[in-house]
Nanobody, 119 residues
Framework: QVQLVESGGGLVQAGGSLRLSCAAS????????MAWYRQAPGMQRELVAR???????DYADSVKGRFTISRDNAKNTVYLQMNSLRPEDTAVYYC?????????????WGQGTQVTVSS
């Protein structure tokens, strides 16, 4: 079993920055990818950023140039550095990981961390 625990959310004014962390615990034999999603009130959950097991990064158009995803494989931790935050970035941010355990690939989700950006 794998657990993902997010941290770093909070309340920030527009133009400010936050750094989210997601730590994965458990016996992990491989990482297919890790990603950050977000869900605003009344909206569907959307992909924000993703980093593959090989280190390839992808971003939603709305966050390109402002957000950066990174990973520390030794710590099984993924980060999301968020700069120049806007009110429309307000959402619950969820960590997602696709891991290889026991010879199979399994997807896991964190419980989310609230990010609120005030104008």
């Amino acid at each position: 079993q794998v657990q993902l625990v997010e941290s770093g959310g909070g309340l920030v004014q527009a133009g400010g920055s936050l750094r989210l962390s997601c730590a994965a615990s458990g016996i992990i034999f491989g990482i297919r990818h890790m990603a950050w999603y977000r869900q605003a009130p009344g909206m569907q959950r959307e992909l924000v950023a993703r980093i593959s097991g090989g280190g390839r990064m992808d971003y939603a158009d709305s966050v390109k140039g402002r957000f950066t995803i990174s990973r520390d494989n030794a710590k099984n931790t993924v980060y999301l550095q968020m700069n120049s935050l806007r009110p429309e970035d307000t959402a619950v941010y969820y960590c997602n990981g696709d891991f290889i355990l026991g010879g199979i690939s399994t997807e896991y989700w964190g419980q989310g961390t609230q990010v609120t950006v005030s104008s």
